[in-house]
């Protein structure tokens, strides 16, 4: 763990000269002619294309310009008309159109994949499209695959990613509210605060879906066959390191804890007993003795940030220094992080801030995506996307 709670006034003075030190890398605005709104994830479809699809939580899909510098996005999908959020609300929310992957075969079968909420009731819907004779995303063909109820409008999470198996992975928040107060994340009878693991290609009886035989609890009663792990709060930052096959997962904490954690079948990340690696003060029952909790790689505590933003392992070329270490960062202050990792995923030093925005709320980073060169590309919330320069 590379960060562990701060146990004296001297260490929390070391850690917050530590964070205000020059930094190494700034930010440059990719696309400084154009603006967008709730920009979340930068996806590259695996079809040797090159094209970069901008996901905008309102609920457009846009298909990023080559030329960064003069050229204009196209739209690929509306759902602007749907009722994604709860009232049409126009402020911060943590509903609307969370999750882009595109099949693996999609250069062949034109599939791809959504995440995105839906009111009345309240939900939040996994489904899969195609793309039509235009180019563009058919609406006509979409196919609900697995529907989740969620009590409260926050913790939707929804990322979407595809294994190197063929498998799609999808996390699902614990509900909302505070301090789970549902008490879904430990409950292996509901999806909530879970990462699920599904076969789109297939069926299992009269589902839309397959669930493969070699997810952890195939088989298992009292447990949902679809988990791949779980004890999550709200996971925002999926992503699987193509050279180790590493599955990482950042996951936001409450009060105390932000935390990064390698996603391994059938693992249990603790919320709500815990919160990073400490007890959880609002936890409602006692946690079974015999129960294992898997560790989380790093902790960062709420001096550094408040809301841990999950990016990828960086494999490019531009930042020869940081390959090989996970960049992630932090929604609320907007610092930006490396975190040296090994072939099995843990931390193999301390994390390096890459930048700092200087004040809270300054710069939303929302996502830290690979483009379609593995280059780094920061989604800034308010509405633009940047690179990382020195």
């Known amino acids: 763990m590379a960060i562990r709670p701060l146990a004296s006034i001297g260490a929390l003075l070391a850690f917050l000269f530590s964070q205000s030190s020059s930094f190494a890398y700034s930010l440059e605005p990719a696309y400084a002619h154009l603006d967008f709104h709730w920009p979340l994830d930068v996806i590259v479809p695996p079809d040797d294309s090159g094209r970069e699809f901008l996901l905008l939580q309102e609920g ?7 030329d960064r510098d003069a050229g204009e996005p196209s739209v690929f999908l509306d759902f602007t008309t749907r009722e994604l959020e709860v009232d049409g609300r126009k402020t911060f929310t ?5 999750g882009l992957a595109f099949h693996p075969q999609f250069a062949e079968n034109q599939k791809f994949y959504l995440s995105y909420t839906m009111q009345n009731p309240k939900r939040t819907r996994l489904t899969e499209m195609q793309v039509g004779a235009d180019g563009n995303a058919d609406v006509e063909t979409e196919r609900i695959l697995l529907e989740v109820r969620q009590p409260y409008w926050n913790h939707n999470s929804g990322n979407l990613l595809f294994g190197q198996d063929g498998k799609l992975f999808w996390s699902i928040g614990d509900g909302g509210m505070r301090d789970d107060i549902t008490q879904l994340a430990q409950n292996t009878f509901t999806l909530n605060g879970s990462i699920v693991r599904i076969d789109p290609d297939t069926r299992t009886g009269s589902l839309n879906y397959g ?5 952890p609890f195939f088989g298992k009663e009292g447990h949902r066959e679809e988990i791949w792990a779980y004890g999550l709060r709200n996971p925002w930052g999926i992503s699987i390191d193509p050279v180790t096959g590493v599955f990482h997962c950042a996951d936001v904490g409450q009060d105390l804890f932000e935390e990064i954690n390698v996603i391994k079948p059938g693992a249990n990340y603790g919320w709500s007993f815990r919160e990073g690696v400490t007890d959880f003060a609002g936890r409602r029952y006692d946690k079974p003795d015999d129960l294992e909790l898997e560790d989380p790689i790093h902790v960062y505590d709420h001096v550094a940030g408040l809301s841990i ?5 960086y494999r490019g070329k531009a930042h ?17 992080w490396a975190l040296p990792v090994g072939a099995d995923g843990d931390a ?33 919330w308010k509405g633009n996307l940047f690179e990382l320069v020195r």
């Not at 943590?94 to 969370?98: K, S």
């Not at 933003?309 to 392992?313: E, I, L, W």
């Open 94 to 98: 943590e509903e609307g159109l969370l």
């Open 348 to 380: 193999t030093g301390e994390a390096q801030v890459l930048h700092d925005a200087g004040k809270k709320n300054a710069f939303r980073v929302s996502a830290i995506s690979a483009d379609s060169e593995g280059e780094i590309l920061l989604s800034d």
């Open 211 to 215: 669930i493969p035989e070699d997810n």
């Open 320 to 336: 020869p220094d940081l390959v090989g270490s996970y960049i992630f960062g932090d929604f609320v202050t907007g610092r930006i």
């Open 309 to 313: 933003t999950g990016g990828f392992v």
């Open 60 to 66: 457009q899909i846009l298909v990023l310009p080559e």
